[in-house]
């Protein structure tokens, strides 16, 4: 019996299958070679390392100090590391407070130097204020010029002022505050810009060449004729009018605006009449003098005198009744200094109002012919001179007790 006997066949494995799977296995163990360890979802990172300059600070500001020399200063570069560029920016100018008149600068001219070693008294003109609005701009044709200063540096900075004729007319003799503003930049490549600082100095305004007074009308105060009213005219700012009257001897300040008795005046010799004033009551004719009188102008610490005199004839000197008989040149006499008067306030003046005048002509306002003048006294002898009309300033100031011994008044009604 022939057995046959039966051998399963086993089905022969594809090659390419085999080496995907091979191939699977392998990106697997290589992801999880390559993968983090930290958990996180990022693959891949980079980094690199590099050196930066710390961050730059520093304390951008000009320190701005008044110098010993007058209408100087010194500007500080008080930052610690920075470069700066810097210059005056804006200029005010005012007077006891107020801003001047625009029109007062007409002609006035004010300018800044500027150096770093050395003195800036002489130098060239770095920048000039123009306009009435007083705008500051660079003297050289660069515009918003600037002025170079190191860490720690100092600079001077001279302000000057030439006044114009204006400026002397209006303000003449007062003191002009200046205040300057001043501010800095960074150099490049900084961009920082400095706090402004400012510099405030003082500029006494010279005066300018006073013009006498022109003496106008006198009139006598009615019904006891003792008292007469004078006026004159000039045209400007005064800061006070004073009244002299020649005693034999010299020019005497005397009482202005009299009471009817005479015994009060509410501006007593050693006192001025305000600025404003152009017309004042005076009693010329006490203690029987009648001597000339002429007006007296202050303007700052100058003053003038009027070159003409107003001339009275005392008819009844026991009563020191007057009246006005013209206008004269004033006598060449030897020159005398004013005499220290405070200025009174309006308010502090009350004039009467003008009476009716008498019979006699009052002076005319236009000065005189000399050939005409026939009213008026004999100058004084050359062995008494007294002070010229147009004293100067400088001369040493005589003292008004000393030189009017005026004794009380007639009591009204002799």
């Not at 979802?41 to 590099?50: D, G, K, L, S």
């Not at 918003?144 to 001279?158: H, I, K, N, V, Y």
């Not at 700012?237 to 009817?260: F, R, T, V, Y």
């Not at 005189?368 to 009309?389: C, E, L, Q, R």
Request: aromatic content about 4%; charged content about 15%.
């Amino acid at each position: 019996m022939t057995t046959t006997t039966r051998t399963a066949h086993r089905p022969r494995r594809r090659p390419g299958r085999r080496a995907g799977v091979l191939a699977a296995i392998a990106a697997t163990l290589l992801l999880i070679v390559l993968g983090p360890t930290t958990g996180t979802r990022a693959q891949w990172h980079f980094e690199a390392t590099t050196t930066t300059p710390s961050a730059a600070m520093d304390n951008l500001s000009l320190d701005v100090r008044p110098a010993t020399t007058a209408l100087t200063a010194a500007v500080t570069n008080s930052a610690s590391a920075t470069t700066v560029l810097w210059a005056p920016t804006a200029l005010t100018a005012s007077v006891d407070g107020s801003p001047i008149s625009s029109t007062a600068l007409i002609g006035t001219t004010i300018s800044y130097a500027t150096a770093t070693t050395g003195s800036c008294a002489g130098r060239p003109a770095h920048w000039i204020a123009t306009g009435s609005d007083l705008r500051i701009v660079s003297a050289t044709a660069t515009p918003g010029d600037r002025t170079t200063l190191e860490p720690g540096q100092s600079a001077q900075l001279c302000l000057s002022v030439t006044a114009g004729d204006d400026l002397r007319a209006v303000y003449g003799g007062r003191s002009l505050t200046l205040t300057t503003s001043l501010d800095s930049v960074a150099a490049a490549p900084a961009t920082w810009t400095s706090p402004v600082t400012t510099w405030t100095t003082v500029f006494q305004v010279p005066a300018a060449e006073l013009t006498p007074p022109v003496l106008g009308s006198c009139a006598v105060v009615t019904p006891n004729e003792k008292a007469v009213r004078i006026t004159w005219t000039w045209e400007g700012a005064a800061d006070g009018w004073d009244i002299l009257q020649w005693n034999g001897s010299i020019w005497a300040p005397i009482a202005k605006e009299p009471d009817p008795s005479g015994n009060h005046p509410a501006v007593p010799a050693t006192k001025k009449l305000p600025g404003d004033r152009r017309t004042a009551v005076i009693r010329p004719g006490e203690e029987a003098r009648a001597g000339d009188v002429k007006v007296r102008l202050f303007v700052g610490s100058g003053f003038v005198d009027s070159t003409r005199v107003f001339t009275f004839t005392s008819w009844n000197p026991n009563n020191e009744k007057v009246a006005c008989t013209g206008v004269a040149p004033a006598p060449a006499t030897v020159a005398a200094a004013p005499t220290p008067v405070e200025v009174l306030t309006e308010t502090a003046v009350s004039a009467p109002s003008p009476a009716a005048t008498s019979p006699t002509p009052s002076a005319s306002a236009a000065p005189a012919p000399a050939t005409t003048d026939t009213a008026a006294p004999a100058a004084p002898a050359p062995s008494t001179p007294g002070p010229a009309a147009t004293a100067a300033p400088t001369a040493t100031a005589t003292a008004a007790a000393a030189t009017d011994t005026t004794t009380p008044p007639a009591t009204e009604g002799k």
